[in-house]
């Protein structure tokens, strides 16, 4: 899939996504109502709920959905500080980034970066926006890492990735510098970004129906996570924004961690190749198979997880 194909995608969703996304951001309520300035006590209980939970009255108000939606949001938090090591381990473990775009963890940074800081600009509770900067910093790690095996990207893109990614964070997060329309148009940006961060990934995952290094546990991870954060949404900040995006993100990941499922016995079909590719270059600089037994094993193994028979 090569950039151009890429730019008719990211526009397709702009023309698709933008004016609806736009005119329901203009009709999302975003005001704080008094129950949500009340103070909360050890964390998940809002002060008046806490003060009926203590009479037993358990069905005060909104009092047990909001106590839900704390809880899920604290637990968001401390499940996305590991939601990424499965594809840390995977890539290491593998030693390659085979079948992963690091487009995709490219476009997650500024996501992460522009919905954390909307969050902190709105005054949000931190449950609703935390597990942003864990995400992160996990996907610095990633990115590193498929730079470090991947050998494709020269010093000049990676210097324009990580100068663009820190420079939108400090402009961002002092909030004073950014005037109200440019956060309207920095989230407009963003849920073009979870489309443009996924969507190729999920189109190349179909026509090679190879999904490479991808971790099924990262991404079903992610589905629930962003599930459970659109919950929280609905219950705490009302925001159309904040909704839209983590709902688009649900099913998009989930889309990926079936894909992950579906093209499971072809990722090893994949690695056996490569593997009888790398013995075969070897005997050719060689002029001999440094190991004929293992050369001969390997290809018995292709063929008979390609459905063909062995010779």
Sequence with gaps: MNFNRHSI?????????????????????TSISDE???EYKLLFFRE???????????????????????????????????????????????????????????MECFMFIINGCYN????SPFSVYGENFALLIQNFVVIALLWLYGNKTSNV??????LSIFGTF???????????????????????MVAYSRLPQILANF?????????????????????????????????VYNMFTSGLSTLLNFTIFLQVLIYWKNNQVYKNRIEVKDLESQSNESGRTSNPEEFTKKVEVLEVSEGRPSL
Aim: aromatic share 16%.
């Design 48 to 106: 008046d709920c806490y003060n009926e939970f203590l009479d037993l009255n358990f069905f005060y108000k909104d009092c047990i959905s909001i106590t839900i939606s704390k809880g899920l949001g604290y637990g968001i938090i401390l499940g996305a500080m590991l939601v990424k090591f499965p594809q840390i381990y995977n890539i290491l473990k593998a030693r390659s980034g085979r079948g992963i775009l690091p487009s995709m963890f490219y």
């Design 170 to 192: 400090s402009f961002l997060y002092f909030d004073a510098l950014v005037p109200d329309f440019m956060w309207k148009l920095f989230m407009d940006i963003q849920i073009l």
């Design 36 to 38: 949500d300035e009340l």
């Design 120 to 123: 902190i600009h709105l005054s």
């Design 9 to 29: 995608l990211f526009f397709l969703v702009v023309l698709l996504f933008g004016p609806v996304y736009a005119e329901a951001a203009t009709e999302g309520n």
């Design 157 to 162: 893109p990676k210097a324009i990735v990580t």
């Design 207 to 239: 026509r090679s129906k190879f999904t490479g290094e991808l971790s099924s546990i990262m991404f079903l991870a992610n589905a629930l996570g962003n599930l459970a954060r659109t919950y929280t949404f609905i219950k705490e900040t009302q925001d």
